[in-house]
C-alpha cells in the first residue's frame, strides 16, 4: 500500500513565522501535490511536482513555496505565515495515471 | 476552463438505502478522468472510484458505482446498502487530459442514521 506521511497533524504557528510543512512518500512516485482545504471551496492546489527539483504554481501558489531535493519528499513553505493560511493541508502523490494517494493532511492555525 | 460542480452540500439518507452524490463537470476535453474520494472526520482522503472518459462501462467497486452519463458531463456516485461509517465528506474530482492534476468540486457531506 502507498504511504504518504506528513510531519504533522496540526500546527500552531504565529503570524510571520516561516512554517516548513514536510510530506513523505515511500512508493518511488514522480509527481507529488499540495493542496489546502476550505469549508466551501473543495480542495485548491497550491504546488505540484512532477520530479526532482522541479516545481510548478498551482491555483493558489501566492505566500507559498516549495522544495524537492529527494524524490520521496516534497516541503511546502509559508515564508511569512498569515491568519489567512490557516487551514488543512493535504499532501498527494501519483504516479502515471494511478489515483492520487492522499497524506492524513496537516491542520494549521496562525494566531 | 475545466471545473467540477457538486450542489448538495448535504445530505441524509437511512442506513441500509441507496443515495446519489451528484458531480458535474466541465471540460472541452476529450480525454479526462473523474473520480471520486471519501473524507471521513479524521481527515484523510481516500480514493473510492475512477472513469475514464473513453470507458463504455460505468464503474464499480463494491457497494460503488459511478453513473456517468458524458453528454450530460455527470458523473454521479451511486452508494448502495448506506452504512453508519459511509459518514464522511465526498468529492468529485477530474483529472484534465495530458496532466496529472485534479479538479475538485466543493464536496457533499452525507450523514447515514440509523
Known amino acids: 500500500d502507498v504511504k504518504v506521511t506528513q510531519s504533522s497533524r496540526y500546527l500552531v504557528k504565529r503570524t510571520g513565522e516561516k512554517v516548513f510543512l514536510e510530506c513523505v512518500q515511500d512508493?518511488?512516485?514522480?509527481?507529488m501535490f499540495w493542496y489546502r482545504q476550505d469549508p466551501g471551496l473543495g480542495l485548491r492546489l497550491i504546488y505540484f511536482?512532477?520530479?526532482?527539483?522541479?516545481?510548478e504554481k498551482g491555483d493558489i501558489p501566492e505566500g507559498y513555496s516549495v522544495s524537492r531535493e529527494k524524490k520521496e519528499r516534497f516541503s511546502l513553505i509559508l515564508e511569512s505565515a498569515s491568519t489567512n493560511q490557516t487551514s488543512m493541508y493535504l499532501c498527494?502523490?501519483?504516479?502515471?495515471?494511478?489515483?492520487?494517494?492522499f497524506g492524513d493532511g496537516t491542520r494549521l492555525s496562525i494566531l | 476552463a475545466q471545473k467540477i460542480t457538486q450542489t448538495q452540500p448535504g445530505m441524509f439518507v437511512q442506513e441500509k438505502e441507496a443515495v446519489t452524490l451528484d458531480c458535474t463537470y466541465d471540460?472541452?476535453?476529450?480525454?479526462?478522468?473523474l473520480f471520486w474520494y471519501k473524507q471521513p472526520s479524521s481527515g484523510e482522503m481516500i480514493f473510492l472510484i475512477y472513469?475514464?472518459?473513453?470507458?463504455?462501462q460505468n464503474a464499480t467497486e463494491g457497494r460503488y458505482s459511478l453513473n456517468f452519463q458524458k453528454a450530460r458531463k455527470s458523473a454521479n456516485l451511486v452508494i448502495s446498502a448506506s452504512q453508519l461509517g459511509d459518514s464522511a465528506m465526498y468529492f468529485c474530482?477530474?483529472?484534465?487530459?495530458?496532466?496529472?492534476?485534479?479538479?475538485f468540486g466543493t464536496g457533499t457531506r452525507l450523514q447515514v442514521f440509523p
Open positions: 498527494a502523490s501519483s504516479q502515471g495515471n494511478q489515483p492520487q494517494h
Open positions: 512508493m518511488d512516485h514522480e509527481n
Open positions: 511536482s512532477y520530479d526532482v527539483k522541479m516545481k
Open positions: 471540460t472541452s476535453d476529450q480525454s479526462y478522468g
Open positions: 472513469q475514464g472518459s473513453y470507458d463504455e
Open positions: 474530482a477530474m483529472r484534465e487530459a495530458n496532466t496529472d492534476k485534479l479538479i
